[in-house]
């Protein structure tokens, strides 16, 4: 059995190029076509809160959060999150996760929002946002939408559009 020696970095710049790989070994072109896609192209992602995870120096997964305002909620979106085939079911992708959301917490985000699959997420504490709440630059499914709430009021305050917040 191969010996990992995982490390988890915040994002700089020199990663673009390597993590737009990775994005596309896991999604590939129609990635570009998902509606939370088109809040990524709103504005820039938060490098702060965007994470890496290198094996003996090299970037093998990453996860990025965008601010975005969700109705009324100062939050985050959570995504992509992808994981390079030779390292997936490690745990990486959902330690990259338990990184991010933390960040975003301990930065005052009301929310980390994704669109995914509940029985991944679900365990690292999102839950399912009220069906067709927020509404998204393209379709999406809405039993897919989910968050980590961070407010005792958020979920209440899920209703409306979802953009990119500068």
Do not use: C
């Amino acid at each position: 059995m191969k010996k990992h020696d995982v490390l988890f970095l915040t994002e700089d710049a020199t990663h673009d190029d390597i993590i737009e790989i990775i994005n596309d070994e896991a999604f590939g072109p129609g990635r570009f076509a998902k509606a939370a896609q088109r809040i990524r192209e709103q504005g820039p992602h938060d490098r702060a809160l965007s994470f890496v995870a290198t094996d003996n120096g090299a970037v093998i997964a990453s996860v990025r959060m965008t601010p975005v305002l969700a109705g009324s909620v100062n939050g985050h979106l959570l995504g992509p999150l992808a994981v390079r085939p030779s390292h997936k079911n490690l745990g990486i992708g959902r330690e990259l996760v338990r990184i991010a959301v933390e960040g975003a917490r301990k930065k005052g985000s009301e929310g980390v929002i994704l669109v995914g699959d509940p029985p991944y997420y679900g365990p690292l504490g999102f839950e399912k946002v009220a069906y067709n709440a927020l509404e998204f630059p393209g379709p999406v499914d809405p039993a897919r939408v989910l968050v980590v709430p961070m407010a005792d009021d958020t979920h209440a305050r899920l209703k409306g559009v979802i953009g990119w917040r500068g």
